[in-house]
């Protein structure tokens, strides 16, 4: 398994090929949800060759927006599949990879340890202080795209979408949860002081 250059391969895609417009779906967000990955695979104490795949697919997760944003989890796991066995991925590891990919789409249902720590890590930055300030690029992403109008918009759907969020590690848990409470009860004292203003 050539696992390095399977990373410099989508990674060099991903920096030369996206649309300017995806301004959270973008190389850093990818970088991202590798590192946050990586830090949960060892607190979660993955084997190495688990680790390999779950970077893997870090990596990849996102490389469907290459393409298409809507449905963007199967093209990227098309993408894994046609690319990885080039980097001597087996048939199985392709297919662990794209179950980790699947597991990203909103909602979320992960069904084994590696899918659930690659759906943690892709929304890793909910429980983060730098919340803010990346759900701000991911609202300049939708409201560019006609898919979210005002802030206020924005505040509801982050708030719907938090309450029904939960993690699924132990470690993303330990790690995230009390922060990403913080920041819900802060989009909460937006929507009331908006509402109250108005």
Same mark, same amino acid.
């Given at each position: ?6 990373? !410099?391969? $989508?990674?060099?895609?991903?920096? =030369?090929? /996206?649309?300017?417009?995806?301004? +959270? %779906? ?17 607190? !979660?104490? $993955?084997?190495?060759?688990?680790? =390999?795949? /779950?970077?893997?697919?870090?990596? +990849? %997760? ?47 249902s ?48 982050q ?35 908006h509402?109250?203003?108005?």
């Open positions: 398994m050539q696992f390095k250059q399977a990373g !410099e391969f $989508i990674t060099n895609k991903l920096k =030369k090929e /996206l649309p300017a417009n995806y301004i +959270y %779906h973008n190389i850093d967000h990818t970088t991202d949800v590798y590192y946050a990955a990586e830090n949960l695979g060892k607190l !979660e104490k $993955i084997s190495s060759a688990d680790m =390999k795949l /779950l970077l893997t697919s870090a990596w +990849y %997760h996102d490389s469907g927006f290459l393409r298409v944003s809507s449905g963007h989890e199967e093209e990227s796991c098309r993408i894994a599949a046609t690319a990885l066995p080039g980097f001597g991925y087996t048939e199985n590891e392709i297919n662990i990879i794209c179950g980790m990919i699947r597991a990203t789409r909103i909602p979320q992960p069904k084994t340890q590696l899918e659930r720590i690659l759906a943690d890590a892709d929304l890793d930055y909910l429980g983060r202080d730098d919340f803010f300030e990346v759900g701000d690029k991911l609202y300049s992403e939708l409201h560019s795209a006609g898919a979210i109008g005002s802030k206020t918009d924005w505040d509801k759907m708030l719907d979408f938090m309450e029904s969020h939960s993690y699924f590690t132990k470690s993303a848990i330990n790690l995230r949860q009390a922060k990403k409470a913080a920041n819900l009860a802060q989009i909460k004292a937006q929507l009331l002081t509402h109250t203003t108005k």
